[in-house]
């Protein structure tokens, strides 16, 4: 068999599995199975017993799809990359994003994706083996690998108390620790007790990975005379 047929062997096996998985159709499509072959260090040549789960950032797994599977992405693809595949796979709880450090900052260039042990489980099980039975316990389990992740990425939030004593908490990283810093250290202050927090973000959710517009009044900043925000121009805090 040659290099095309398998490459073509390996992306309609990724597919297979995706499917078995049960990933929605644009999360087992082309993209997203050269994603998971790259997620997997799967070569075209290789069984897939030999799965292993590196810790990958976008960029290198754009750089395995193209030097193994001659999918050229360019750079601008990394978002939709991101953003329409890698996403998906987090929260289908297959793929630990910053295994290494889940304290990392949602924007960080060092961010990383990488298979989780289950899912390396079922891998190595592929196609001969009992990969039926793991994915069976995947899916039975999905519920506490859920509850699991979203407890250890829990402990890495940032607490915030706002001026008028509400609590939230925002995903780890340096700017979000920024946001924390203006309101307990600078509106005490600067600001003082009649001060009220109009607009508060967190840094995840301007790159659409969970993060929210943690406090956001519109009427109230209509009514002093800002401007309806763009999406692409948030400022990070505030506060009147």
């Not at 595949?85 to 450090?101: E, K, P, W, Y």
């Not at 908490?169 to 005490?188: T, V």
């Amino acid at each position: 068999m040659d290099i095309k047929e398998k490459r073509n062997e390996k992306l309609k096996q990724a597919k297979i599995i995706l499917n078995a998985l049960g990933m929605p159709k644009k999360q087992k499509n082309d993209r997203s199975a050269w994603v998971f072959l790259a997620l997997a260090n799967i070569k075209p040549h290789d069984s897939w017993n030999s799965a292993r789960s590196p810790l990958l950032p976008t960029v290198e797994i754009m750089q395995f799809i193209r030097d193994h599977y001659g999918q050229d992405y360019k750079p601008n693809s990394r978002e939709t990359i991101r953003r329409q595949t890698l996403h998906q796979f987090g929260q289908a709880r297959m793929v630990d994003r910053n295994r290494d450090n889940p304290a990392r900052a949602t924007n960080s260039k060092d961010n990383n994706y990488s298979l989780n042990d289950p899912i390396l489980k079922i891998l190595k099980e592929f196609p001969e083996g009992e990969w039926g039975k793991f994915i069976t316990e995947y899916k039975g389990n999905f519920k506490e690998l859920t509850e699991i992740y979203e407890r250890k990425l829990e402990l890495e939030k940032i607490p915030i108390t706002l001026l008028n004593g509400n609590k939230i908490k925002l995903s780890p990283g340096k700017h979000n620790q920024l946001h924390a810093d203006i309101i307990h250290e600078f509106c005490p202050r600067f600001v003082g007790k009649g001060g009220r927090v109009l607009y508060i973000g967190d840094t995840a959710s301007s790159r659409n990975e969970g993060g929210k517009l943690m406090v956001l009044e519109n009427k109230y900043l209509e009514k002093i005379g800002v401007p309806p925000m763009c999406h692409d121009k948030l400022p990070d805090v505030v506060v009147y």
